[in-house]
Nanobody
């Protein structure tokens, strides 16, 4: 399974970005789809995730500002990020669970700065 993430960039505080991550290859049955992020000098942290059953959960730091969604027909997960803050600056990674194995995307940089 290969993951291709896109949508990162530079945005001012209060702005919005939408990340996408498309899975391709030998896909069996994707259950878990999620986003993690890693700021410079910090450990990678979980941001949000969604399951095939429709359960979505968020880290407290992004709750109410970020929305995760998925298009099962396209094997794609999205992260709509609103009201961005400088502390949201990080490399964002998608993670997908398929057939009991987990895969990571290559990461996309999000920078929130004026």
């Amino acid at each position: 399974v290969q993951l291709q993430a896109s949508g990162g960039g530079l945005v001012q505080p209060g702005g919005s970005l939408r990340l996408s991550c498309a899975a391709s290859g030998s896909i069996f049955s994707i259950n878990y789809m999620g986003w993690h992020r890693q700021a410079p000098g910090e450990q990678r942290e979980w941001v949000a995730s969604t399951t095939s059953g429709g359960v979505t959960i968020y880290a407290d730091s992004v709750k109410g500002r970020f929305t995760i969604s998925r298009d099962n027909g396209k094997n794609t997960v999205y992260l709509q990020m609103n009201s961005l803050k400088p502390e949201d600056t990080a490399v964002y990674y998608c993670k997908v669970g398929d057939g009991g194995r987990y895969y990571w995307g290559q990461g996309t940089q999000v920078t929130v700065s004026s």
